[in-house]
């Protein structure tokens, strides 16, 4: 699963560049994202259509990345007892500060392998739990308009109450996609870049601002 990644673009590069701008940006994204019609959206994924036919496809191989926000991993250290870092790490892309420290944005679902860490069995281990990217899979928002990640569920039937449902979950992930991403920005301190380093700290900037792990 490899999806949501540009939706409210912040992944793509640093966020150093018009902060407040881009702020701005996403506080109108945040408001038009609030009219969009669960209606609408709904209908819309009838006519693509969708039926999970729980190959387990998304949460297995090298493009499995699942973002997940900090109540999120929260929420599953609760249901399973389990460390923040036990939980989540932060991704691979990011950038190093001129102390040696490395950079990086938002967390990802821990794997084992080249499978999420909680995929156990054929089935999720933590599905009451599971991060609301998994539970709208394989359907995302894209300034406002569904897109879909590849899946072999695509095109089956999906009843009306299901796709309301999907598209209830779809709009309350696009809105905290926007709401997390403009706290990312508005807590965000910028450094100044310098060289990769051995030993130095990793840096994760999220919603809640920095968190500094040993690496
Ligand atoms: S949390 Fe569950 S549904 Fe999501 S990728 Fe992991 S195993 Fe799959």
């Not at 009219?35 to 949460?59: A, Y």
């Not at 539970?135 to 009306?160: K, N, Q, V, W």
Request: hydrophobic share 35%; proline share 3%.
């Amino acid at each position: 699963m490899i999806e949501g990644e540009a939706e409210i673009g912040i992944r793509d590069q640093a966020p150093r560049i018009d902060l407040q701008g881009r702020i701005a940006g996403l506080k109108e994204a945040f408001l038009a994202a609030k009219e969009l019609s669960l209606t609408d959206l709904s209908l819309r994924i009838r006519e693509v259509g969708f039926r999970c036919q729980e190959c387990g496809e998304c949460c297995r191989g090298e493009d499995n990345s699942v973002v997940v926000f900090p109540q999120e991993i929260r929420f599953i250290q609760m249901a399973t007892g389990q460390e923040w870092l036990a939980v989540a790490g932060p991704p691979e892309e990011g950038e190093w500060d001129r102390e040696g420290c490395f950079h990086t944005l938002e967390w990802r679902l821990l794997k084992e392998k080249e499978s999420c860490r909680f995929y156990r069995d054929g089935r999720c281990s933590i599905y009451p739990s599971r991060p609301i990217l998994c539970c709208t899979y394989p359907f995302y928002l894209d300034e406002g308009r569904l897109m879909h990640s590849e899946c072999r569920g695509l095109g089956g039937r999906i009843e009306a109450e299901e796709a309301d449902e999907l598209a209830g979950q779809l709009l309350k992930r696009y809105q905290i996609e926007i709401q997390e991403a403009i706290h990312l920005l508005e807590k965000y301190r910028d450094f100044e870049r310098g060289e990769a380093k051995e030993g130095g700290a990793c840096i994760v900037h999220d919603s809640e601002g920095e968190h500094r792990i040993s690496r």
